[in-house]
């Protein structure tokens, strides 16, 4: 990748760039590890603090923590690009979609809106295949519908579902949907550097309009814990970023999915949640969906099966 500092600007348009899908997916996997714990840090602080200063508080948190990390090595030229315009059209999305989801889980039960929102990988795969004419075949379709389905047993929805609160839920997950496939043409010409400075300077400054009316001096603890939950979530939108730099958005967009494994093991180290029977196999089938269509992108056309049967090395490797 060139360094965001050529002479060309952040990360020019290159018809060459490669792609490397098995990093892309390691890169997601580990960015639904810091989500899940961002979220369960966010779930703390927000029984103590309106919605809005802990949305501003993390996404500034992380700016902050991003920009100490990438500007010493970039410089400012980091921000220099062409298309503002898009950056500021993919943060208001954005905004709009994190606002989408907490008005969900005010009007609706938890599991519902969770079920909704994991559904974005699907919106995801069909704007990946209409908007970038990316091709999506029969082994990833099987991989995001299995794992969908291993989702709704793990949320076990209900006749609540289908209220008012389903459409806000839905709308988050057409969003992200959306947005997922933004970043990815977006990568074109961007770097995963500017993609993320630009995304959570914009969405800081989204969420400060409503801190007038929405703000509670922290504790010291809590200090902290804000703290960490800005590093984790600045950590995990560079690697998401990242890994959709690295490989077509409906080949990694299923992985978020083990988000929902992790938040379940936070539950019950943190709030002594124990995991059902559904919440076991719903997520083992998420897992083993993963899986599959990590073999399936590592090993393409079935070169892993023949691997296997013939008891020797893939030369394809």
Request: proline share 5%.
């Amino acid at each position: 990748m060139r360094q965001a500092g050529s002479d060309n600007g952040p990360e020019s348009a290159d018809p060459k760039r490669r792609e490397h899908v098995p990093l892309a997916i390691a890169l997601m996997v580990a960015a639904t590890v810091v989500f899940a714990a961002s979220s369960a840090i966010s779930k703390w602080l927000v029984q103590s603090y309106p919605v809005g200063e802990v949305l501003f508080s993390r996404t500034v948190v992380a700016f902050l923590a991003c920009a100490t990390f990438i500007i010493p090595r970039t410089g400012w030229s980091v921000f220099r690009t062409r298309r503002l315009r898009h950056h500021v059209l993919r943060s208001a999305s954005q905004a709009c979609s994190q606002t989408f989801l907490l008005i969900a889980f005010s009007l609706m039960p938890l599991a519902g809106a969770i079920a909704i929102n994991f559904s974005a990988p699907l919106f995801t795969t069909l704007a990946s295949a209409l908007l970038l004419k990316e091709t999506v075949g029969a082994a990833r379709w099987t991989a995001l519908l299995v794992g969908f389905s291993g989702v709704l047993i793990v949320t076990n929805p209900t006749a609540q579902t289908f209220q008012i609160g389903a459409l806000f839920a839905l709308g988050n997950a057409v969003l992200y949907g959306s947005v997922t496939v933004g970043v990815r043409r977006m990568t074109e010409t961007e770097s995963a550097e500017t993609l993320t400075l630009y995304q959570l300077s914009l969405l800081s400054a989204l969420f400060a309009l409503v801190l007038p009316w929405q703000w509670v001096a922290p504790a010291a603890l809590d200090t902290a814990l804000i703290v960490l939950n800005g590093t984790s979530n600045a950590v995990g939108q560079f690697w998401w970023t990242r890994a959709l730099h690295l490989a077509p958005a409906s080949a990694v967009a299923p992985f978020y999915y083990l988000s929902l494994v992790w938040a379940s093991i936070l539950g019950f180290m943190v709030w002594g949640e124990v995991p059902t029977i559904g919440v076991v196999i719903g997520s083992i089938i998420v897992v083993a969906s993963g899986i599959f269509l990590l073999l399936r992108e590592t090993y393409p056309g079935g070169r892993w099966l023949a691997r296997r049967k013939n008891g020797r090395p893939d030369p394809g490797r």
